[in-house]
T-cell receptor, first 112, second 113 residues
Framework: DGGITQSPKYLFRKEGQNVTLSCEQN?????MYWYRQDPGQGLRLIYY???????QKGDIAEGYSVSREKKESFPLTVTSAQKNPTAFYLC???????????FGDGTRLSIL | AQSVTQPDIHITVSEGASLELRCNYS??????LFWYVQSPGQGLQLLLK??????LVQGIKGFEAEFKRSQSSFNLRKPSVHWSDAAEYFC???????????FGKGTRLHILP
C-alpha cells in the first residue's frame, strides 16, 4: 500500500539538542510538507518542497531546517533555536501544490 | 489576507442526528476547498474536495459539502452521524495563484449515545 511513514511516533528532546523527524513517502508525489499542530491552533506550515533539492519556508520556519535530497524523503530537523518545540508534527505529500494532501500519522515531540 | 474560519470549536450531536459543520473563507479568486478528518493521535484523512463544477460535493463516509460562493462558505453535512464520526474536522482552502493551502483551526465533534 502506498502511503506516508513518519518516525518515530514519539520523540523526546533535551535542552540544546537538535532532533530529526523522518518522513518517507512511496506515493511518487512531487510535493511534500511539514506542519506543526498545537491544541486549538490548527495546522501551521513549517516548510514545503515542490521538487528535489528545493524547498521553501512556510509560516513558522524559524528554528527548523529541512532537506530534500530524494523525492521520497523530507526530514525535518528541530534545532535548539526552536524554544518551544513541544507539539505534534505532521508530514504530508501531494501530486502538486493544489492537489489534496496525504498525511502521515505524526510524530509527537516533547521536551525532557 | 487569506483566511479560513471554522466558527465552532466544539459541536455535540446525538447519534443518528444530522450534522452540519461550518466553514467560511476569505480569498480573492476562485478557491479550491477541502474537508479533512483527524482521529486522536493520527494524521488527517481527506473527506472531500471541491475544485470546480457541481457545488454539491459527495465524499467518503457519507459526508457531503456545498460550496456557496455568495456566502463564502463550504459547510460539511451528514444526514445521520455514527459514534465513529467523533473526531476533529478541518476545512482547508487554496488558491490557484498561491503555493499554500490554509487550514482552519478545526471543529471537534462529540457524539452522544
Amino acid at each position: 500500500d502506498g502511503g506516508i511513514t513518519q518516525s518515530p511516533k514519539y520523540l523526546f528532546r533535551k535542552e540544546g539538542q537538535n532532533v530529526t523527524l523522518s518522513c518517507e513517502q512511496n506515493l511518487n508525489h512531487d510535493a511534500m510538507y511539514w506542519y506543526r499542530q498545537d491544541p486549538g491552533q490548527g495546522l501551521r506550515l513549517i516548510y514545503y518542497s515542490q521538487i528535489v533539492n528545493d524547498f521553501q519556508k512556510g509560516d513558522i520556519a524559524e528554528g527548523y531546517s529541512v532537506s530534500r535530497e530524494k523525492k521520497e524523503s523530507f526530514p525535518l530537523t528541530v534545532t535548539s533555536a526552536q524554544k518551544n518545540p513541544t507539539a505534534f508534527y505532521l508530514c504530508a505529500s501531494s501530486a502538486g501544490l493544489q492537489q489534496p494532501q496525504h498525511f502521515g500519522d505524526g510524530t509527537r515531540l516533547s521536551i525532557l | 489576507a487569506q483566511s479560513v474560519t471554522q466558527p465552532d470549536i466544539h459541536i455535540t450531536v446525538s447519534e443518528g442526528a444530522s450534522l452540519e459543520l461550518r466553514c467560511n473563507y476569505s480569498y480573492g479568486a476562485t478557491p479550491y476547498l477541502f474537508w479533512y478528518v483527524q482521529s486522536p493521535g493520527q494524521g488527517l484523512q481527506l473527506l472531500l474536495k471541491y475544485f470546480s463544477g457541481d457545488t454539491l460535493v459527495q465524499g467518503i463516509k457519507g459526508f457531503e459539502a456545498e460550496f456557496k460562493r455568495s456566502q463564502s462558505s463550504f459547510n460539511l453535512r451528514k444526514p445521520s452521524v455514527h459514534w465513529s464520526d467523533a473526531a476533529e474536522y478541518f476545512c482547508a482552502v487554496g488558491d490557484l495563484r498561491d503555493d499554500k493551502i490554509i487550514f482552519g483551526k478545526g471543529t471537534r465533534l462529540h457524539i452522544l449515545p
